[in-house]
Each structure stands twice: as C-alpha cells, then as structure tokens.
C-alpha cells in the first residue's frame, strides 16, 4: 500500500515532453538558418546582378551545393522526429500500462485495506468504551447511582 502512495505523490517525469520540444526547437533553429542562409543568397543575387556572368554562375553552383547539405540536413531532422514520435507513443503506452498495473494492485489491496480499517476502527470503538464505562462507574461511585436510561445516553448508547 505504501509504495503505491508513494508511487503516486511522485512527480511525472516528463521526459517524452522534452523531446518533442527539442525536436520543435531544432526545427525553429533549422527555418531560421535556412532564412538567414536565403537572405545572404538574396543579397549576393543583386552583388552578382552587377558583376560578369561567370561570376553569378560559379554563385549559383555554390548556392546549389548549400542547398544541397541543407536539404541531408533537413532529411536527417525529419529521421528523428520520426523516431523521436515513435518513443513517444511507446512512453504514452508505457504509461498506460503502468497506471493499469497500479489500479490492479490497488484493487487486489482494497479489501484488506478495508479490513485492517475495520479492525482498527473497532479496536478503538473498544477502547473509547472502556474509558466511558470506567468513567461512568467512577461516577456513579462518586455520586450515586443513577437510572440505566440516563447513564446509556450519557455514553452515547442510547440509539
């Protein structure tokens, strides 16, 4: 019983969280090159516009080879999101399955739980009897008898 109490005062790890934001940020990080890479190119186009056309051809190949490695890297972000969404969907699972095996454990552990509570419950009723009846007879000692119908409600056992 503890350790599922403990179990569930802990905080959830959110672990399959920051992958998906990692994976967000790489992604934000990647548009942002790929615009300041496409404004450098834009600003070169209009220098070249100005200069011979071999030099806006050897440009153009270079820009082509840029895009190139870009476009690998772009590949290689989408490989792990992809992988990235399938440890998602098994940590999602995984989740699942252990909020299953909790609620299972717990249900197999609720009758006796309720039992220890019953047992404590009458254990104490005992007690708190004992005192007002030894209460009571110190009373009744010390004042006199007094009628069975008083004394009963007096100790809350008239119902």
């Known amino acids: 019983m503890n350790w599922a109490r403990n179990i569930g005062h802990r905080p959830e790890k959110l672990n399959a969280t920051d992958i998906v934001s990692q994976a967000d940020q790489a992604r934000r990080e990647t548009a942002q090159r790929f615009l300041k890479g496409l404004a450098r190119h834009e600003a070169k186009q209009e220098t070249a516009a100005r200069r011979d056309v ?4 050897f440009l153009h190949a270079r820009v082509h080879a840029e895009a190139r490695q870009s476009a690998h890297f772009a590949e290689g972000l989408q490989a792990a ?3 990235r969404q399938g440890t998602i ?3 999602t699972e995984l989740g699942t399955r252990l909020r299953q095996a909790v609620q299972s454990q717990l249900r197999r552990a609720r009758p006796i739980i309720d039992r220890a509570r019953a047992d404590v419950r009458a254990q104490i009723y005992s007690k708190a009897y004992e005192s007002m009846s030894q209460l009571a ?3 009744e000692e010390s004042h006199g008898a007094r009628p069975k119908a008083t004394r ?3 100790l809350g056992m008239h119902l």
């Open 81 to 83: 999101a992809r992988h």
């Open 54 to 57: 071999l030099w806006g051809k």
């Open 89 to 91: 969907a098994r940590l």
């Open 137 to 139: 007879e110190r009373d």
């Open 152 to 154: 009963r409600r007096r």
